[in-house]
């Protein structure tokens, strides 16, 4: 089946710094990927919608100089926490469609668990 | 704006019990709707997908009804066992390729 590899799965950062987390599809291309935060006891939030090729689009209220996201190729989208803060501790995860597949379903990372310091 | 909601936030009981968690959405003009399981701390595992057309789609011991009309969909798990444990979600897809909206979710505690 389809899978989404997403590293790292733990970070702790110091205040100011940036932490880059990658997902990636392994044996499926993935025009689309799409970042969640979830904070504890709270649902997933979309945060961006990552589209290979082009800008990502931002939901209403994410910082896009904050939060940068590349999708460079098919198979690999990163999300980037610049000038992280104690407030951007979270759990982010990705998730992908495969392109052509014939599931409607899509797949999700592990998740990384980020905590600045 | 669509909204996800899931009743109850919590649940608990006993090994053997057949349970129904239940999720609401407020536009019922969706694509798909889709059934996971997070583990404390892990990643989202799918359980079922149920494509608009569907009433239902079963896989072991899970079962998920689909309503659209109403906005409905339950999770029904049968002889529920302490491995069940976990966070259950409920997610909608309004659109084809558009991203999910997810419930806050249902904690579940299977005690043997």
């Known amino acids: 089946g389809a899978v989404v590899s997403q590293h790292p799965s733990w970070v702790i950062c110091k205040s100011g710094t940036s932490v880059k987390i990658e997902c990636r599809s392994l044996?499926?291309?993935?025009?689309?990927m799409f970042w969640y935060r979830q904070f504890p006891k709270q649902s997933l939030m979309l945060m961006a919608t990552?589209?290979?090729?082009?800008?990502?689009?931002?939901e209403q209220g994410v910082e896009k100089d904050k939060f940068l996201i590349n999708h460079a190729s098919l198979t690999l989208s990163t999300l980037t926490v610049t000038s992280a803060h104690p407030e951007d501790s979270s759990f982010y995860i990705c998730?992908?469609?495969?392109?052509?597949?014939?599931?409607?379903?899509?797949?999700f990372g592990s998740g990384t668990r980020l905590t600045v310091v | 704006k669509q909204e996800v909601t899931q009743i109850p936030a919590a649940l608990s009981v006993p090994e053997g019990e057949n349970l129904v968690l239940n999720c609401s959405f407020t536009?019922?003009?969706?694509?798909?709707l889709q059934w996971f399981r997070q583990d404390p701390g892990k990643g989202l595992t799918s359980l079922l997908l149920i494509q608009s057309s569907q009433r239902e789609q079963t896989s072991g011991r899970l079962n998920a009804s689909l309503d659209k009309s109403s906005g409905r969909s339950t999770l029904y798990i049968a002889a529920s066992q302490p491995g069940d444990s976990a966070t259950y979600l409920c997610?909608?897809?309004?659109?084809?390729?558009?991203?999910?909206?997810f419930g806050k979710g249902t904690t579940l505690s299977v005690s043997s």
């Open positions: 997610a909608v897809r309004p659109q084809a390729g558009t991203a999910l909206i």
């Open positions: 536009d019922s003009a969706i694509y798909n």
């Open positions: 990552s589209n290979e090729g082009s800008k990502a689009t931002y």
């Open positions: 044996d499926f291309q993935a025009t689309t």
């Open positions: 998730s992908a469609s495969q392109l052509g597949g014939i599931t409607d379903g899509y797949t």
